[in-house]
């Protein structure tokens, strides 16, 4: 069953590479539906990790480097985010200094729509509401995106996407997936 998963989730990122979108981790089928991805509503070290980081995107590529954690294991050119973000799996690539997370794969889309909508909250609570806008965008065509909400800063390029990916395992089972990009200012 895991290898079912775990090429089923490959799948849904192929589709996502495809589609033009940079993917930072291809181990994200961990082989686990998980049923317990519901983040808290107060603060927590991973809440305010995700609102500096956002800060940090902004301020470009100098200001990522304490964000570097160890290497990971699987993925040579990445580092894992340190620290990290609650709920997600997250890497700094180390060349071009993008962040990529994604959650476990969820059974429901409620459990994604949750996980979904807190990391919009909290980034809508972290970031200068002068300079950062967040928009929710229809998902291009040809992706397995459901979902999409991308916050722009007006002052520079930088951008972070949040999407929900759904995609069905070889046994028919549904199952979902939340992914963040933050590109920082070049």
Request: charge should be negative; proline fraction near 6%; aromatic fraction near 8%.
């Amino acid at each position: 069953m895991k290898g079912k998963i775990l090429l089923a989730a490959l799948w849904l990122v192929g589709c996502v590479v495809v589609s033009g979108i940079v993917v930072a981790s291809l181990d994200v089928g961990s082989g686990q539906l998980r049923s317990d991805i519901h983040p808290s509503s107060e603060t927590s070290p991973g809440n305010s990790a995700l609102g500096s980081l956002a800060l940090a995107l902004s301020s470009g590529k100098d200001a990522m480097r304490p964000f570097r954690g160890s290497g990971s294991e699987n993925l040579p050119e990445k580092d894992r985010l340190n620290p990290p973000i609650a709920g997600m799996d997250c890497y700094l690539d180390r060349i071009a200094t993008y962040v990529s997370c994604h959650s476990s794969l969820v059974e429901t889309e409620e459990e994604a729509v949750t996980l979904f909508t807190w990391l919009i909250d909290e980034l809508r609570g972290a970031l200068p509401s002068d300079r950062w806008t967040g928009t929710r965008k229809e998902p291009e065509p040809g992706t397995a995106s459901i979902r999409r909400y991308i916050y722009d800063d007006q002052n520079s390029n930088s951008h972070i996407d949040i999407d929900i990916t759904a995609g069905t395992g070889p046994g028919g089972q549904s199952f979902y997936m939340v992914a963040i990009f933050g590109w920082p200012h070049y």
